[in-house]
């Protein structure tokens, strides 16, 4: 029976396809009755019984496992892309994943347009690229480039796994649907925003893309910035993905390029260590920057990302900072000031929480830190999905809301570019204990810069 989508992952025995792509496409065969069928497409000479146990064992369940195919082909070569050809050729809808390392993508978008199996114009086919998307503004450009020719942009499907998560998507639902907020989100009420993405592991077997990455491009350029812009973006007309991209694009031109003396660069002691590294390597495995919006909204506003590799523990984390309430005396005594903090907390124990002040009980009055909080995965009795298994889901229906859109992309370049440029020709970077929350630099950059000093929920009291 022919299926009704055909999903074309190229590199699709590779670690990102088991590891997330089959995996989340298993548990979506599993729940929607939709005939997928999955097609490796690759430069080895596989056997259809081999990658039907490859999609088997990363747990793309029976169904996937028992009708998935392989095609060996040549990126390079557009004539031996005929296979594929004719085995897509009476599915209705067809998505071509690029699961490959960048430096093919080129290869393959040509080869799909001289093949015939990119039909620009057809919301039936469908192209989905993962990160990188370019390695700076130049290259993101010629990237664009190269997709406009071959698809228009309602068929092209930009990865920013982050904007799949369900955490990241309810920034939009606490801003824009309830009015306790956003009168208070802009630059009279609210003092800093700090934002962290912290991981505690290393590297591990990446250090292939990593070392030629790090922490700018991994994570600053899409994802630290995608939620920057949630964050900081104008009410969109509607929740409809054009406007929301239309918002957050308007966020991202008034954004200024990243100061090189604004911002930190860290490596993790034993990054070099780490096989596959180089062992002279500058590459930075941890950044911490200011950002400043130019806008009606947020001018004047500190605002700090900081992100890196072997930290002290795994979060995901946006801290609003408000300005202290005036403080009154009491019995001639000023009060403590207890500033609100709304804390978006994307990973783990995703939830948001105000930490507001509060009567200590009892008959005295004196004000103590205290907490509200949304536990997010109360909302559900399921266990949230996966990002991938939303980033899928969106592509087999022709979605755009967790997609980045071109010019976001290229935005976002241009306010990191001048920052690597700047990079490129310094010694190597501050080297940090594995397990602690990198240079200290960066609590200097904060607190000189007006932030404060950098917190996560649970370090505080009264926020978790
Ligand atoms: C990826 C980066 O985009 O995101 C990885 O390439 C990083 O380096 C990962 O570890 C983090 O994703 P998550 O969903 O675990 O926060």
């Not at 998507?169 to 208070?184: C, G, K």
């Not at 592991?201 to 922490?215: L, N, V, W």
């Not at 984390?317 to 300005?323: G, N, T």
Request: net charge negative; glycine share 8%; charged share 25%.
């Amino acid at each position: 029976m022919q299926p009704a989508v055909d999903l074309v992952v190229f590199g699709a025995s590779g670690d990102l396809a088991r590891r997330k792509i089959l995996p989340s496409l298993g548990r979506l065969a599993a729940r929607d009755s939709q005939a997928i069928r999955v097609i490796g497409a690759g430069r080895s000479a596989k056997a259809t019984e081999e990658f039907r146990l490859l999609v088997g064992e990363a747990g793309g369940g029976e169904r996937l496992a028992a009708t998935a195919d392989w095609v060996h082909l040549d990126y390079a070569a557009p004539s031996s892309f005929a296979p594929l050809q004719e085995l897509v050729a009476a599915t209705p809808c067809v998505i071509f994943y690029l699961a490959t390392p960048p430096e093919t993508f080129s290869d393959i978008l040509l080869a799909l347009s001289a093949s015939g199996l990119a039909r620009s114009r057809d919301p039936m086919r469908r192209i989905v690229v993962e990160k990188p998307l370019g390695h700076d503004l130049a290259s993101a450009r010629a990237l664009n480039a190269q997709l406009a020719e071959a698809f228009d942009e309602e068929q092209i499907f930009r990865i920013d796994h982050y904007l799949a998560k369900d955490t990241v998507q309810n920034v939009l639902a606490l801003r824009f649907s309830n009015s306790l907020f956003e009168p208070v989100w802009n630059r009279t009420l609210v003092e800093t925003i700090l934002i962290t993405v912290a991981e505690e592991e290393g590297i591990g077997q990446r250090a292939g893309y990593y070392d030629h990455t790090g922490a700018v491009r991994d994570i600053i350029q899409n994802h630290a910035l995608q939620l920057l812009a949630l964050i900081t973006m104008e009410p969109p007309t509607t929740f409809d993905a054009e406007y929301v991209r239309r918002a957050k694009r308007a966020a991202l031109r008034a954004m200024l390029p990243i100061d090189p003396t604004m911002a930190v660069r860290g490596q993790y002691e034993g990054y070099l260590d780490e096989e596959g590294v180089a062992p002279d390597s500058r590459r930075e495995t941890y950044v911490a920057a200011r950002l400043q919006i130019e806008n009606w909204r947020w001018d004047g506003v500190p605002i700090f990302v900081r992100t890196g590799k072997a930290l002290t523990r795994r979060v995901t984390e946006v801290m609003i900072k408000l300005r202290d309430a005036p403080m009154l005396r009491i019995g001639g005594r000023r009060q403590r000031g207890i500033p609100t903090l709304i804390v978006i907390r994307i990973q783990p124990d995703e939830g948001i929480s105000l930490r507001i002040g509060a009567k200590r009980p009892g008959t005295k009055f004196e004000l103590v830190p205290a907490g509200m909080r949304l536990d997010y995965a109360r909302l559900t009795r399921a266990a949230l999905p996966d990002a991938y298994e939303n980033v899928l889901s969106e592509v087999l229906a022709g979605g755009h809301s967790a997609f980045p859109g071109a010019e976001e992309i290229e935005l976002s370049w241009e306010i990191v570019d001048p920052l690597l440029r700047a990079w490129e020709s310094e010694g190597h970077p501050e080297v940090y204990p594995r397990g602690s929350w990198g240079p200290h630099a960066a609590d200097d950059l904060v607190a000189t810069g007006g932030g404060g000093r950098w917190i996560v929920s649970g370090d505080e009291p009264g926020t978790s």
